[in-house]
């Protein structure tokens, strides 16, 4: 089974890496402060494992990148480029400005004409980014049950095996699948944080997610 690294202490690197747990994988979770994650540890059993960004990377065949966006190239400079060479990155992170927002609505440090996985990747262009799991609250990423039935999960990135790589997770993790196609298409996911966020800040609503009908 995959040795899949998980970084990033906040709560969707807590949802991602439980749901590797259920599914049976190793995980690391790797921190600036990997101390912080000690009572998940204890929580999680001899599959869980804690450590710094850069040992997390040498551990993950397949890392999940779960770091504040403004952070996000500094904790790839942190797990170092040669160990992410090859690796697929599933990129959770969204370009968030450090703005309140305004009547809810969030504001972007990034452009609709750039993307903050654009930019990852042409930081570490040796590893294969596919955006993944961005565009929903970290409680429903893990099999999520609402009525309408399995919501969609937009992902992309250049990289056909590391998609594939994500699509089987996406499957074992309950998901629709809408690959959009090139690392470019994270200029239209990265901002459905923004849309998926307002009914939560004006009337603190937080357990939908996104379908996309089809003929
Ligand atoms: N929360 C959600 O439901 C949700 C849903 C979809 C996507 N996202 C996106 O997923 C990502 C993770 O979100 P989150 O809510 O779990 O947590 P977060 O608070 O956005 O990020 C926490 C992580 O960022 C790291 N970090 C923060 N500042 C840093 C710095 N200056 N240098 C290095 N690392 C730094 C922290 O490292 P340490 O462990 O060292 O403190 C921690 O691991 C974000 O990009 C967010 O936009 C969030």
């Not at 995980?27 to 990997?34: A, D």
């Not at 969609?152 to 690959?179: H, P, R, S």
Request: proline share 6%.
């Amino acid at each position: 089974m995959k040795k899949i690294a998980v970084m990033g202490s906040g709560p969707v690197g807590e949802a991602l890496a439980g749901g590797f747990l259920k599914h049976g994988y190793e995980v690391m979770r790797g921190s600036r402060e990997p101390t912080k994650l000690a009572a998940w540890k204890s929580k999680a059993g001899d599959k869980g494992l804690i450590g710094t960004f850069a040992e997390a990377a040498r551990f993950g065949q397949t890392i999940v990148l779960a770091v504040k966006g403004t952070a996000a190239v500094a904790v790839l400079d942190q797990c170092g480029a040669d160990a992410l060479a090859g690796k697929t990155v599933i990129d959770t992170t969204n370009p968030i400005a450090e703005k309140p927002p305004v009547k809810g609505v969030l504001a972007l440090f990034t452009s609709l004409e750039d993307s903050l996985m654009e930019r990852l990747q042409r930081h570490v262009p040796a590893a294969h980014f596919v955006k993944a799991f961005s565009c929903v609250g970290n409680t429903l990423m893990v099999n999520p049950k609402l009525p309408g039935g399995p919501p969609t999960m937009f992902i992309c990135g250049n990289d056909a095996g590391a998609k594939g790589e994500v699509k089987a997770i996406l499957d074992q993790f309950g998901w629709d699948i809408e690959d959009l196609g090139g690392a470019e298409a994270a200029r239209a996911i990265e901002p459905l944080c923004m849309l998926w966020c307002i009914p939560g800040f004006l009337t603190n609503r937080w357990m939908h997610a996104y379908k996309v009908l089809r003929p």
